[in-house]
């Protein structure tokens, strides 16, 4: 079975200041991986998503994630942030069905940037 | 805008009562997924419709239900509805199973007074 683990539930950072949000996942066969932005009374929004190819997968806003198959990680990171990136931050692996459905969510990184 | 269309965007009810939730999907999009998010619970996978045919079930309570219709939209009904239900309910389609990824609406805020 697969399973996601958010490191850190929240992160406090300054506006310009780089950020990573970390996760890591469990899997016993090869999966893909993802990463989903939740703004405040919103929906969910695909950022970024690692099917194959290159480890390194860049996505909208300026994120990036790299995959690490070795570490089984998927840290998501930002060189700089805005105020705008307030939002919490969901990482996901596929689970090819089963009782949690096709998409395994981990529990969200609170992500809070102050000027 | 995902293409991706819930309503009502706000509900409010009371204790006891029965309210119908209801999502259409992206265009081409033959998956549904109905998601519950709460403070205390975080998000939490409730059902997936494929093509109108119950695919997987998650911690969704018997008090709730859901279908896919043939032009396949879908309703999640919520019944004897406790102040515990209150939160956000989430719909999101993919074309295919859902390996490469969902995409999700705006959600429902249902509030149970």
């Known amino acids: 079975a697969q399973s996601v683990t958010q490191l850190d539930s929240q992160v406090p950072v300054f506006e310009e200041a780089p950020v990573e949000l970390r996760c890591n996942y469990s899997s016993s066969v090869s999966v893909y991986l993802f990463w989903y932005v939740q703004y405040p009374n919103q929906g969910l929004q695909l950022l970024l998503k690692?099917?194959?190819?290159?480890?390194l997968v860049k996505g909208i806003n300026g994120f990036e994630a790299e995959f690490n198959k070795s570490q089984t990680s998927f840290h998501l990171r930002k060189p700089s942030v805005h105020i705008s990136d307030t939002a919490e931050y969901f990482c996901?692996?596929?689970?090819?069905?089963?009782?949690?459905?096709?998409?395994?969510f981990g529990k969200g990184t609170k992500l809070s940037v102050k000027p | 805008d995902s293409g991706v269309t819930q309503t009502p965007k706000h509900l409010i009810t009371a204790t006891g009562q029965r309210v119908t939730l209801r999502c259409s999907p992206r265009?081409?999009?033959?998956?549904v997924y109905w998601y519950q998010q709460s403070l205390d619970q975080g998000l939490q996978f409730l059902i997936q419709y494929y093509n109108g045919e119950e695919r997987a079930k998650g911690n969704i309570l018997e008090r709730f239900s859901a279908q896919q219709f043939p032009d396949l939209h879908s309703e999640l009904n919520l019944s004897s509805l406790e102040l515990g239900d209150s939160a956000l309910y989430f719909c999101?389609?993919?074309?295919?199973?859902?390996?490469?990824?969902?995409?999700f609406g705006s959600g429902t805020r249902l509030t149970v007074v």
């Open positions: 690692y099917l194959s190819g290159s480890t």
């Open positions: 996901a692996v596929s689970a090819y069905g089963g009782s949690q459905g096709n998409l395994i």
């Open positions: 265009s081409g999009d033959l998956s």
């Open positions: 999101a389609s993919s074309v295919d199973q859902g390996t490469y990824g969902y995409t």
